[in-house]
């Protein structure tokens, strides 16, 4: 069975949910799929209108990935803070996250954005597996337990396949550039 086969039955199971822009088309190039505990704070309900800006800033920055645009990214060894897609440091555990770019903060708005962790099942199709906000990943010992997690995560449900693996940023995505 390929891995697209295989998300197609977790998803026909409920164990994972295809994600789908909030506004726009989805291109059907870029595809994520969520578990729930990924998938559920990024739809609410919220504790408060400050975390609904930042999960819906984040949000935001999937539904871009959904509709074809190009994405900043970066790869080790790079530390831009530019970037929306990240592949994190170590490459070869192949977890990344979307995050939201630091920009001029309004009045009320939060100074932290919230990353979305999860790893590449194949070229354009994105697995997200877990939310945080980065003030709760301000430490390297913190994205440690992070990538253990999604690493964790993957070899449950996915044992019998491999994360994709790739040389360059092309090999996990379509419209992208580095910053």
């Avoid at 998938?39 to 539904?63: I, M, T, Y």
């Avoid at 994190?88 to 192949?94: I, K």
């Avoid at 990538?147 to 996915?158: D, N, Q, T, V």
């Amino acid at each position: 069975m390929s891995i697209m086969a295989y998300i197609m039955s977790l998803e026909a199971g409920g164990y994972l949910s295809e994600l789908h822009p909030s506004f726009g088309a989805n291109t059907g190039v870029q595809r994520v799929f969520a578990f729930p505990a990924a998938e559920g704070p990024l739809k609410g309900p919220w504790v408060s209108p400050l975390e609904a800006a930042q999960f819906n800033r984040a949000k935001a920055v999937l539904d871009l990935f959904m509709q074809g645009e190009t994405m900043a990214t970066r790869a080790p060894p790079s530390t831009s803070g530019r970037a929306q897609l990240a592949l994190l440091d170590p490459a070869e555990d192949r977890v990344w996250e979307f995050r939201t770019r630091k920009g001029k903060l309004k009045k009320n708005e939060p100074r932290y954005g919230v990353r979305i962790f999860g790893m590449f099942a194949c070229k354009d199709v994105f697995i997200a597996m877990l939310t945080d906000s980065k003030e709760n990943c301000l430490e390297d010992d913190d994205y440690t337990l992070t990538i253990e997690a999604c690493k964790r995560h993957w070899r449950s449900y996915f044992s019998s396949y491999d994360p994709a693996l790739g040389d360059s940023t092309d090999d996990y995505l379509t419209n992208w550039f580095s910053c």
